[in-house]
Each structure stands twice: as C-alpha cells, then as structure tokens.
C-alpha cells in the first residue's frame, strides 16, 4: 500500500492541526502505521505509531499528550492530532506503513531502524509561527 498525506500548513503555536495518511486505493488493515518528522539540519525524529493489528499506539516524549494518532472504522486513514503546537514542532511529517504483527512500539523500532520495513508518504510542511 503507498501511503498519501493530506493536511499541514501554517498555524499559529498553540493552534492545531490534523494530517491524514491513506491507503490510495486499498487500506491499512494488518499494518502499521507510523509518524516522523524532519526539521531543517536535523535528524528524522520519530512522533509515534499506531498498529492496526492489536489496536496499540505509542508516543515519543516530546509530543506525549500534546499529539494523538488515530484511525477510521474502515482502517483507511490514520489521522495525526495536533494540539498545542509549539515552534519546535516545525518540521516535514511523514506516515509510513508497514505490515505488521507487532505492537505499536516494536513497529516504530522497525521504521526507525529499517526504513524499508514500510512505504512512505510524500510528506506534508507543517509550520508554526509564533
């Protein structure tokens, strides 16, 4: 399945954002998907990860509480939640979908440490001006 982003754009920090990442066509049941990001200069910094296989999601530390990832009944879009943007949230985001048998965070591991374990959206500029 190629994952295709919708969403992002320019907010004011505090303000909110959802993207959406579907499966063009098909959909993401026995998958994993998860959330990335990259800020100019910096490393790929992972946000979390959602398993349609047992239903688990997990956080990084630095969006916990702020950011929530979801999916539709019919398993079509994963959507990323987020709340209470702050400037350092400033970045290009990126879904990736892999399938999966696995929980969230061993699927997350999996993306981080094997990008080609799953196929990734085009990314999506997400800014936050203060």
């Known amino acids: 399945v190629q994952p295709v982003q919708s969403g992002g754009g320019l907010v004011q920090t505090g303000g909110s954002l959802r993207l959406s990442c579907s499966a063009s066509?098909?959909?993401?049941?026995?998958?994993?998907v998860g959330w990335f990001r990259q800020a100019p200069g910096k490393e790929r910094e992972e946000i979390g990860c959602?398993?349609?296989?047992?239903?688990?999601?997990v956080y990084a530390d630095a969006v916990k509480g702020r950011f929530t990832i979801s999916s539709d009944n019919a398993k079509k879009t994963v959507f990323l939640q987020m709340d209470s943007l702050k400037s350092e949230d400033t970045a290009v985001y990126y879904c990736?979908?892999?399938?999966?048998?696995?929980?969230?965070?061993?699927?997350?591991?999996?993306?981080?440490?094997?990008?080609?374990?799953?196929?990734w959206g085009q990314g999506t500029q997400v800014t936050v001006s203060s």
């Open positions: 959602i398993s349609n296989f047992d239903g688990s999601v």
């Open positions: 066509g098909s959909t993401f049941v026995d998958y994993a």
């Open positions: 990736v979908a892999g399938l999966s048998i696995s929980t969230a965070q061993h699927s997350l591991r999996e993306f981080q440490v094997q990008p080609r374990f799953g196929s």
